[in-house]
């Protein structure tokens, strides 16, 4: 029994272990993590991009919702983070951070590509962070 509750535990810490043990900044984590949303979105994988927002995000959205609300990122032809910034109070870890995103995409019967840049709130819940959307 006292085995089965070791490898049990080892399994667990395998499974997790890559948030809990990464010491990287939250800034570069937070960074990776929303710019891999985005290259989802630019690809049009919303069901592997829909993973990346909050579990209460997607206890009341469905994937199908989701992907109506970010349907324009079909248009987008490139993304690129442009700052991360996390809010630190004393000691305390980390749990929310702020992304500003560049969104280029062909202006409208323009003839070139124009960015606009998109703020972003991502929080930390369970080891893991999330974009808190709406």
Known sequence: ????LITLLVIVAALGGCAIF???PPEE???ERAQTRLDLLLS???ERSYQHMTPGYRAIHTVDQYTVDFAGSG???DTSIATVGCTRVGEAPVTACKVVALI???APRMGYIQATEVT????L???RWYMNYK
Do not use: A
């Open 1 to 4: 029994m006292k085995m089965r």
């Open 22 to 24: 990464d010491n990287r």
């Open 75 to 77: 248009m987008w032809t």
């Open 44 to 46: 049009k994988d919303f």
């Open 125 to 127: 819940l369970d080891g």
């Open 104 to 106: 280029s995409y062909p």
């Open 29 to 31: 984590i937070v960074g």
């Open 120 to 123: 972003e709130n991502w929080v």
